[in-house]
């Protein structure tokens, strides 16, 4: 899976740490989340998404592997 969280987060130039902060997280849970080393629960997916005004659909995209 990828993600496009850091694209989003620049348009509202946010930080890792600012949107960790709005979503309830730690800056690394955000951080492995972009990278796609970390697959988020549902519920921090929408959060994050509703966090940047966006979908989960605009903001994961998900690999057929």
């Known amino acids: ?4 969280i ?5 348009r509202y130039n946010l930080t890792q740490e600012e949107l960790a ?3 309830g997280v730690r800056r ?5 989340v ?3 080393k970390y697959n988020p ?3 921090l997916a929408y959060k994050i998404a509703k966090a940047l005004n966006t ?5 994961f995209i998900f690999d057929d592997d």
């Open 1 to 4: 899976m990828r993600t496009r």
């Open 6 to 10: 850091k694209e989003f987060r620049a």
């Open 21 to 23: 902060k709005k979503v």
């Open 28 to 32: 690394e849970t955000i951080l492995f």
């Open 34 to 36: 972009e990278k796609g």
């Open 41 to 43: 629960s549902l519920k």
């Open 55 to 59: 979908t989960i659909d605009e903001l």
